[in-house]
């Protein structure tokens, strides 16, 4: 596959084989930012970090780099999304059960 390079000195198929390389961007910035609302706080602000590095990784290039973070973001969001209806769980138990004398 020997390819004629351009006038710029490139290829045309390393720009086409590029164009089609560049992954779609996963942060779940939506999925962090419904998290907040729920009452693990340190776990959710850290996956809102997260996402918004995954965000500053697919602006400079850095795919790997973007999916790595995306990844982790998708994670703690779902973890802390875990904890959270935990907590709320075991709240609404406590406060419904519990008889006042």
Same mark, same amino acid.
């Given at each position: 596959?020997?390819?004629?390079?351009?006038?710029?000195?490139?290829?045309?198929?390393?720009?086409?084989?590029?164009?089609?390389?560049?992954?779609?961007?996963?942060?779940? #910035?939506? +999925?962090?930012?419904?998290?907040?609302?729920?009452?693990?706080?340190? !776990?959710?602000?850290?996956?809102? &970090?997260?996402?918004?590095?995954?965000?500053?990784?697919?602006?400079?290039?850095?795919?790997?780099?973007?999916?790595?973070?995306?990844?982790?973001? #998708?994670? +703690?969001?779902?973890?802390?999304?875990?904890?959270?209806?935990?907590? !709320?769980?075991?709240?609404?138990? &406590?406060?419904?059960?519990?008889?006042?004398?």
């Amino acid at each position: 596959m020997n390819a004629e390079p351009s006038l710029d000195g490139s290829s045309d198929f390393m720009k086409n084989r590029e164009a089609q390389e560049i992954p779609p961007m996963k942060n779940y #910035l939506c +999925l962090t930012m419904f998290t907040c609302f729920c009452p693990a706080w340190p !776990i959710n602000i850290v996956a809102l &970090v997260f996402s918004v590095m995954a965000q500053r990784s697919y602006d400079e290039e850095d795919y790997d780099g973007s999916m790595r973070l995306g990844r982790k973001a #998708l994670h +703690l969001g779902v973890v802390s999304f875990a904890i959270g209806l935990g907590i !709320i769980t075991a709240y609404t138990i &406590v406060h419904f059960t519990t008889h006042v004398v």
